[in-house]
């Protein structure tokens, strides 16, 4: 928005000092076009996407919202910016960084570093199923409890945890871990398989998956959770949030590649 040219430009000089290139996003918003609509047409090539908010473009937060969620879907890393004095905490299910003292751009730096270094593609089957391992720990996931039933299939990297949840010992959760290269997406008889699995563990489902649901899926898991069944999906864009929320164990599992661009 015009309103935030100056923060924008403070922030990309913060940014640009520590070697993030920064392509700022200058057009103008035809009237009656969707700002969300604009934003994901200037994006094809960018790694990360900073939505600059402040109190004078409060109005464009459903805007916002929708520009996210789209983005999100497409792999880029969304990251909202807050310049001060910030008057939202939260957006589409991720924190708002405050754009303030102490250190903000070096601070938003290491962030956007940590999002780019997110690549679940980089890890093997094993370390993919290790990762999910420490986050459910991380999550409050009971840790003598977790152990793993075994691979469904020698081809597959298929396996099933059976999780007690610390804060209710009896809550028992069938976690099935699905590790797919290059973006794969989850199918309908995924989504079948494990509700079916869980409802004779007399568990809950938690479905945890490298890839992204298809919209069928989507609907599948919907229909599932409005049955006496329940199905959580933990997909790669949900992992990033995590893993954003927990950088050791982003560092521990993942290598970062070259980072060269960043927008607004």
Do not use: C
């Amino acid at each position: 928005m015009r309103e935030d040219n100056a923060a924008a430009d403070e922030i990309a000089h913060d940014l640009e000092k520590r070697g993030i290139a920064v392509r700022l996003d200058r057009a103008d918003i035809s009237w009656g076009e969707s700002w969300a609509a604009h934003v994901r047409s200037t994006v094809e090539t960018t790694y990360t996407f900073g939505l600059i908010i402040s109190q004078d473009s409060s109005r464009y937060t459903h805007d916002w919202e929708e520009a996210a969620t789209a983005l999100d879907r497409r792999g880029i890393d969304v990251v909202a910016v807050a310049t001060p004095p910030p008057f939202i905490e939260s957006l589409a299910g991720r924190p708002v960084f405050n754009y303030a003292d102490p250190s903000p751009g070096g601070r938003l730096a290491d962030r956007i570093e940590l999002g780019a270094a997110i690549n679940f593609d980089l890890l093997s089957g094993s370390q993919f199923e290790a990762l999910v391992a420490d986050l459910l720990r991380r999550y409050g996931y009971g840790y003598q409890a977790l152990a793993w039933a075994g691979r469904s299939t020698e081809s597959d990297n298929d396996y099933d945890l059976q999780v007690a949840h610390d804060p209710r010992g009896d809550e028992k959760f069938l976690v099935q871990v699905k590790d797919y290269r290059h973006r794969g997406r989850i199918s309908v008889n995924d989504i079948q398989r494990l509700a079916v699995r869980a409802r004779e563990h007399d568990a809950r489902g938690i479905l945890v998956t490298s890839g992204q649901l298809t919209s069928v899926a989507k609907k599948a898991v919907d229909q599932i959770n409005g049955s006496a069944d329940h199905l959580q999906v933990l997909d790669s864009l949900v992992l990033r949030q995590m893993l954003v929320a927990n950088p050791d164990l982003a560092q521990q599992y993942l290598t970062a590649p070259d980072t060269d661009m960043a927008s607004k």
